[in-house]
């Protein structure tokens, strides 16, 4: 059974930074994408970056972009969100996801993934 467990959401002042981890367990498929997504309340899901198993480069959604960075430590089956410079617009619960896929490489928001964390909260505030 696949299982994601999110971990390092926190209340953290505007400008500030954060570490966000996602460990993953139970994968049957050595070819995948994990992503993060995050929601606000009230607003639907959105992709903040996803990143293929064996990679270092990660994609990212324009909002995040330049702030936030995905990183990886395939030993220990986790993966990372740095979360730099934030802002208020940044609050929401933020979930990592998995995907199995063909052939790999190249990892975005558009594969439907059908494995979630429970999520882990994100506030920005002073």
């Known amino acids: 059974e696949v299982q994601l467990t999110e971990s390092g959401g926190d209340l953290v002042q505007p400008g500030g930074s954060l570490k966000l981890s996602c460990v993953a367990s139970?994968?049957?498929?050595?070819?995948?994408?994990m992503a993060w997504f995050h929601q606000a309340p009230g607003k639907e899901r959105e992709g903040v970056g996803a990143?293929?198993?064996?990679?270092?480069?990660?994609y990212y959604a324009d909002s995040v972009k330049g702030r936030f960075t995905i990183s990886q430590d395939t030993a220990k089956n986790t993966m990372y969100l740095q979360l730099d410079r934030v802002k208020p617009e940044d609050t929401a619960a933020y979930f990592c996801?998995?995907?199995?896929?063909?052939?790999?490489?190249?990892?975005?928001?558009?594969?439907?993934?059908?494995?979630w964390g429970q999520g882990t909260q994100v506030t920005v505030s002073s």
């Open positions: 990143i293929y198993r064996t990679h270092t480069l990660a």
């Open positions: 996801a998995a995907v199995s896929v063909v052939g790999g490489g190249y990892c975005d928001f558009l594969p439907d993934y059908p494995y």
């Open positions: 139970g994968f049957t498929f050595t070819s995948y994408c």
